[in-house]
């Protein structure tokens, strides 16, 4: 799906052991919600990266720790900030730019989100878990 809205470097499994990727990325944003993705994330940044957690994992999917994770932050330098949508304020340039890409059509978007009233949020965030939106992103119309 990311190839056919116009990315062009997208990665099934993070290449953490690939010279060309590895330890180069300054910014990993992390969409799966699997912890050990979140990890890799961490190793893939560059000395004092920055990785943002978009997907959160809401179930225990491995073994990790907490302290695999901040080991792995503390050695590396990393920036780890939560996705939410509240965080672009911390990073204007970086929320700006993505709007210029959103502007010129680098990005596209169509086909990723269904538009929903939010009579019952609930039963759309059950259905985002259980993987039975039909889109892979659901935004509110808090309008109507």
């Known amino acids: 799906m990311a190839r056919q809205l116009g990315l062009k470097r997208v990665f099934t499994k993070i290449p953490r052991d690939d ?3 590895a330890r180069r990325a300054a910014l990993a944003l992390e969409c799966s919600a699997f ?4 990890l890799d994330c961490c190793a893939m940044v560059k000395k004092g990266g920055e990785v943002i957690q978009v997907g959160v994992p809401m179930v225990k999917h491995c073994d990790l720790t907490a302290q695999d994770l901040m080991l792995k932050i503390f ?3 990393v920036t780890y900030r939560g996705g939410s949508e509240w965080q672009s ?8 730019r993505a709007l210029e890409w959103l502007a010129e ?11 929903r009233k939010p009579v019952d949020p609930q039963n759309t965030y059950q259905e985002i878990l259980h993987k039975k939106t039909a889109k892979p992103c659901v935004i509110f119309d808090w309008k109507n």
């Open 35 to 38: 912890e050990q993705a979140a």
């Open 75 to 77: 050695r590396n330098n």
């Open 19 to 21: 010279a060309a990727y």
């Open 105 to 115: 059509g680098s990005i596209r978007v169509d086909g990723l989100y269904e538009i």
């Open 89 to 96: 304020a911390v990073c204007p340039e970086q929320m700006v």
